[in-house]
Structures are given as C-alpha cells and as structure tokens.
C-alpha cells in the first residue's frame, strides 16, 4: 500500500471530531463567561462607585485569579475539555497558560522551574501580541502624517 | 546448534519467563484489567516529590515484586535491560544507580518494551548470561509534559488522541525452564508513511505494525491462525481499525487481532479518548494479563506488536513527519 493509499484509507476510517458539538460548546461557554464577567464588572462599579474604565482590570484581573486559582486546584482543565475555545480565547485561557506551566514546573524550582518555564505557553501569545501593537502603532502614526 | 536470524527474527529455545512484577497508576487500577496488576497507586505522585520520581518509584516496586517472587536479590540478576519515554530515558537510567549489575538503556519509544524483552532473550539465548530483567516504565504526567502540555493546561484533545498509560513492568527471564517461554523475537525497520500529527499516533504506527507483523509472519511461514491472540501494543481503537483494514486488503486472514491500548481501558467509561498508549501499556497488558492466562493454559501461543512513535517534539516544530517502529515477540506455554 503506497502512502497516498494509505491515507485515503485513514481519512476513511477517521473518528469524527464532534466539530458542531464543540462549537456550540464554546459559543455557550464563552456566552456564560462573558455574561459572568459583566455581572463581576456592574458589582464593582456599584460597590466602589467607579467608571466602567476603572473597574474594567478590577474584573479581568478577578477572572484571571479564579482561573488560575481552579487551575491550581486541578478543575479548570475538566471545565475546558468541554468548553474548548469558550475558555481558551478569553483571558482565562492566557491565566491557565502561565499557571499550569508554572505547576507543572514547580519541582525545578523558583528560576530554572517556574521563572523560566511560566510563559512557555503564553511566550508566544506576549511576543506577537506586542509586535504586533507596535506595527499598528507605526501604521497609525503614518496615517496622521498624511492625514 | 545456536539460533540464527531468520529474516528478521529469531527462534528461540533457551529463554523463559522466571517472575514479574507490574504496578500501574489510578485509571489502570479501575479498568477492566486492574485486579490483574500487582500493585496500583491511588495518585499520579505515589507518595513522591515529582511525576518523575513517581515514575521511578513504581519502576522500583515493580522490580521488587517481580524479584521477590523468586526470592532473588538484585545481585544475583546477569543484566539489566530497560527504556521508558523520558529524554535521556531517564526513569530507568537513575533507578539502574540503584542496582549491582550491568545495565542496557535502549530506547525505542513505546515499543520499548518487546525492545528490552528481545534484547535480554537474544543474551540469555547466545548463552551469554543465565538470567536477566527486562523493565520499563510510562508515566501520563511525566509524557504528557514532555511531548504535549502542561498537565492543568485546558485545552480540547483531538479525537484521535491516546492516552499514555501509567505503569511499570519488570519481567525476569532466565535459561531455567519454566511454564510460559520467549518463543520468538522479530525486530522491526522505522517505518514512515509521512504522517505528521503528534496528536495521532495510531494512524502514524499503523504501517509499521503492519510491517512487523507481515515480516514475522514471512520469516517464520506462519498465520494469524498460529496465534491464540495478535495483540499490537499502542495502535488504539483508530490505529487498530486501519491495521485491521490494511492486512484485509492484503489478503489476510485477520483473527483473534486486539489493540493493548484498548483492552487496557474501559474506553466507554473511562475518558482516554483512543485507547492507552506507551510502554506500560503493552507492557501491563502482556504481563499482567497474558501471561497469567497463558500460565493458566488459556491461551497456548500469543504474539506481542509494541508499536512505538520515534517522534522529536523539535522534529514536530520543524515539520518533519513522524518515523515509527514495532517490535514482536512471541510467548509460548512450554509443554
């Protein structure tokens, strides 16, 4: 059986991948952070009479600590199995990143473990996403040149 | 008059299985094998520090086991032999600090274990040494984060994802006749179909199963009709379907043909998606559960086809496909 056979026959035999199952998932996940995430957003503007601009990080920063909190605690991975993009795109997906690299790393210790190996995951996510805010930086500062 | 490869494999008179020890991790415990096993841990870290040192730890129960059963002590073993899936192999390198004799580190991901079977048999066999241990371990954790992800990372699997199989299999063979013996060995070639998906080992492994398997058959002009049972050692239930599919449309005859990494696991209740995966997969599986059976004289001859994926993760960032290997060995219950 020659290789272009060959995966003819395993693309026949494949395991279907529940690919709207999933999407639903995450749509319904994501929806019931989302809807999480404003309910926290509205409590702290009530409790500490701010702007929606000053409560904003108050939020992402509470969403960042539950995330990594039940990640600590072994659930987050269970919740995401089921919820897949509804929990990795937001920023709870990026919390998870760093703090199961930085457990899975704790028995190397504070700097060869955890200090070296908390953004083997999250790495790319902070490299690109700066160069990128810096290519859109000089983009726009073009566009005030010649506007 | 001393053996001699035929083809690809060798017939063997000498070499017998003496004793063995298995211990396995949590959902090996509860699935449909797990009174088979000698020891199972509640918890990934059997009481250690790291999954590393876990894994070491039950490697070294299994060696105590197994020796304790023949009322040996690590001295009087000829040679060690044995691999598992860490970089620089380490569970069985920092344990063989630990013993008196020799020790052979190989690697042949998780075909590992009829690797080190057939390695310490073809010793025994040549007349080099009376007895040796062949041993190796996996462990979920410890793979996990060496070839995929942080353990707690949440991230959706692929469907044809295996699951690494928590475990540990020490086995001594020796020149001493006993009830079940080495029969056979065939080492198999690296095999690559050009598949590149480290999330999908069964369909890269399948080729080279078939390739062993094909091979054994030729060297030694036999069937699946010679065997009470075909087992490969990690294909899962997709690898397994397309070996199955492959030997058929070769003009096989395929009978009494079963996936270790499928009987290992309740695969509708327990969540490993494929089935299980690495050297403690088929390694439990053979000598927990078949050997038992085929002392009991259920089973009279039984054929192991550890597959093992020979993938780099650097390889995989860089694209490259995924070269693949199987090795078999036969047991055979002495008359």
């Known amino acids: ?147 | 008059m001393p053996s001699h490869f035929l083809g690809n494999s060798v017939k063997l008179d000498n070499v017998y299985i003496a004793s063995t020890g298995t211990t396995c991790g949590p959902l090996e415990f509860l699935g449909p094998l797990g009174s088979y096993f000698d020891k199972g841990y509640d918890d990934y870290h059997c009481g250690e520090k790291s999954f590393e040192q876990a894994e070491r730890k039950m490697l070294r129960d299994s060696l105590d086991i197994c020796l304790k059963r023949e009322k040996m002590k690590p001295k009087d073993v000829d040679i060690y032999v044995g691999g598992d899936l860490m970089n620089q192999i380490t569970t069985v390198n920092y344990l063989a600090r630990e013993l008196p004799q020799p020790f052979l580190g190989i690697y042949s991901a998780c075909s590992s274990f009829c690797l080190s079977m057939a390695v310490a048999s073809l010793m025994i066999e040549g007349g080099f040494i009376d007895q040796a241990v062949s041993m190796v371990s996996s462990h979920n954790a410890t793979a996990e984060r060496q070839y995929r992800y942080p353990v707690e990372y949440g991230v959706q699997k692929k469907a044809t994802t295996t699951f690494t199989a928590t475990g540990a299999i020490s086995t001594l063979l020796s020149n001493k006749p006993s009830d079940v013996r080495v029969e056979s060995v065939t080492f198999g070639r690296v095999i690559d179909y050009s598949q590149d998906d480290p999330n999908d080992m069964g369909r890269a492994m399948a080729p080279a199963a078939y390739d062993t398997i094909t091979t054994h058959f030729q060297d030694l002009k036999r069937s699946f009709q010679d065997y009470d049972l075909v087992v490969t050692g990690d294909l899962s239930t997709y690898g397994h379907k397309i070996l199955k599919e492959m030997m058929q449309r070769n003009k096989m005859d395929v009978v009494r043909y079963n996936d270790c990494g499928c009987m290992l696991y309740d695969l509708t209740k327990q969540e490993v998606f494929q089935g299980g995966s690495g050297c403690a997969c088929s390694g439990l599986v053979t000598m927990g559960y078949l050997y038992p059976l085929l002392k009991e004289g259920k089973y009279k001859r039984v054929l192991i086809v550890a597959t093992g994926a020979l993938l780099s993760p650097v390889m995989t960032a860089q694209k490259d496909t995924i070269p693949c290997i199987a090795h078999a060995i036969s047991l055979e219950v002495v008359k």
């Open chain 1, 1 to 147: 059986m020659d290789r272009k056979e060959y995966d003819q026959l395993a693309e026949e035999l494949k395991p279907s991948g529940h690919k709207v199952r999933n999407g639903l998932n995450a749509f319904l996940y994501g929806g019931v952070m989302g809807a999480i995430a404003q309910g926290v957003l509205e409590l702290f503007m009530n409790i500490y009479h701010c702007s929606e601009k000053d409560a904003t990080p108050m939020m992402s920063i509470t969403l960042v600590f539950v995330a990594c909190l039940l990640t600590g605690l072994g659930i987050y991975d269970n919740i995401a199995k089921h919820a897949g993009a509804g929990t990795f795109i937001p920023i709870t997906g990026f919390a998870n990143s760093m703090s199961s690299s930085a457990l899975d790393s704790k028995s190397e210790g504070l700097i060869l473990g955890i200090g070296s190996n908390m953004f083997k995951l999250g790495g790319t996510v902070i490299t690109y996403g700066i160069v990128s805010s810096a290519l859109l930086g000089v983009i726009r500062y073009a566009f005030t040149l010649f506007g």
